[in-house]
């Protein structure tokens, strides 16, 4: 990998780097949409690919069920598979079978696991999946960490979360010695991923371990967080994590998609990010806008006749599809479903788009503020987004008269559909 910060914020910690992998370059901070089963549902690679998206992330989990590691290894690997000619980076499998499966025990020697096709007990251990990932091809692969045997782990600041913490550190060794031994050292790409739960000072300790081994991973994860935490705890977690790692190596926030959440990772100094969001959202009819998501099944849409955003330069919009008909087929034709993951997928892509834009001009700053009047405008600024960009010198509330809200913040459209 080639890895090369080349402009900074000078207010904030946002910074823009180039990527360069074995399937191309990738321009940071981005956003990787989540092809779930080998495939983003609904679209095809070209289509993904003309929307300028360059990384995806497909889940290990799936991919080792069906088609199977036999499967990709006689294909060549999933970008052949799957006829994706750009960077692909695969998660553990780890954090699927313990939110998939009810009946994961996490062991020292891996995760214990029933399959959900033929009931039969399996183990994946951390050597597994880093020999599963290899057969995969993707250009970034990560460690298997311990998120437990719940996937609220990340609320509890037990005895738990400091053994989990503990033991990902040892497996990280045990997957970079499966990583180093495998030849595949050159082309594929391992990234280590920080836990610790809302506990900064587990935190801490598992970045102490984790930053001893940099010579041997290419980049770090931050792991365990939007797993329902309050929002306050997250961006603090998400700081003193970014503080810490080293400025020569890409940090991931991982499970992140709501775009106020994105930009201020990126303020904070984040340069990749995942979720099902946008395309999982997309499929229950809600369109991701500049003035916040719009949920187009609501009747209000029934005789709006607009395109979803006038200013958006996405295939549906262009094509000057309206709300109207998107409400009309949203709920029964998969036409309404393709239509809007393109759009989000835009959505995504434009705001991180913009991000390294204005990065780059110097006016980054300028562009948090647009944005977040924009997106959030009467309803007001949640009050962890005016604390979170504080901390790195921009104040949403100066010069605005837009108010700051508690709790939460916006209660969106899509509330009970997202
Ligand atoms: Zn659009």
Redesign the pocket.
């Known amino acids: 990998m080639e890895f090369k910060v080349t402009h900074r914020c000078h207010t904030t910690r946002a910074r823009v780097s180039r990527m360069v992998l074995a399937h191309g370059e990738t321009a940071l901070p981005t956003f990787m949409p989540v092809a779930t089963q080998a495939a983003i549902k609904g679209l095809t690679p070209e289509q993904v690919e003309s929307l300028g998206i360059t990384l995806i992330l497909n889940n290990t989990y799936h991919l080792n069920l069906r088609p199977g590691v036999d499967v990709l290894k006689a294909a060549g690997g999933a970008h052949l598979f799957e006829g994706w000619r750009h960077n692909m980076l695969t998660d553990s499998g780890g954090f699927q079978l313990v939110s998939l499966s009810k009946f994961t025990t996490i062991t020292e020697k891996g995760a214990l696991f029933s399959s959900p096709f033929t009931g039969e007990s399996t183990i994946l251990t951390p050597e597994e999946s880093i020999s599963i990932q290899h057969a995969i091809g993707a250009d970034i692969i990560m460690q298997l960490d311990d998120v437990g045997e719940y996937i609220s782990i990340s609320r509890y600041i037990g005895p738990r979360v400091e053994e989990a913490m503990e033991r990902s550190i040892r497996w990280l060794d045990r997957c970079i010695q499966q990583h180093e031994s495998s030849g595949q050292k050159h082309t594929q790409n391992l990234f280590a991923i920080v836990q610790g739960g809302l506990n900064p000072s587990l935190r801490d300790k598992c970045l102490d371990g984790m930053l001893e081994r940099k010579d041997r991973v290419s980049g770090y994860a931050i792991g365990g967080l939007s797993g329902g935490e309050e929002k306050d705890v997250f961006w603090r977690i998400i700081k003193q994590c970014a503080d810490r790692l080293p400025e020569d190596r890409p940090r991931y926030a991982m499970g992140i998609g709501f775009a106020e959440d994105l930009l201020v990772c990126v303020a904070l100094g984040i340069d990749m990010a995942d979720c099902v969001f946008p395309t999982r959202t997309a499929r229950f009819g809600v369109?991701l806008t500049h003035t916040g998501p719009m949920n187009l099944t609501l009747g209000k849409y029934a005789k709006d006749f607009d395109?979803?955003?006038s200013m958006?330069?996405?295939?549906?919009?262009?094509d000057g599809t309206s709300r109207a008909l998107l409400h009309h087929i949203v709920t029964h034709e998969t036409a309404a479903a393709h239509a809007l993951t393109?759009?989000n997928i835009?959505?995504q892509a434009q705001v991180m788009g913009r991000a390294r834009d204005a990065i780059i001009a110097g006016t980054f700053p300028d562009y948090l503020r647009s944005f977040f009047a924009s997106y959030f405008g009467d309803r007001g600024y949640p009050e962890w987004c005016v604390a979170a960009l504080r901390s790195v010198g921009v104040d949403l509330l100066e010069n605005s008269n837009i108010p700051m809200v508690s709790g939460g913040g916006a209660k969106w459209e899509y509330s009970d559909a997202a």
Do not use: M, Q, S
């Not at 958006?312 to 262009?318: A, E, I, S, V």
């Open positions: 369109a395109t979803i955003d958006c330069p996405c295939l549906t919009c262009r393109i759009h835009v959505f």
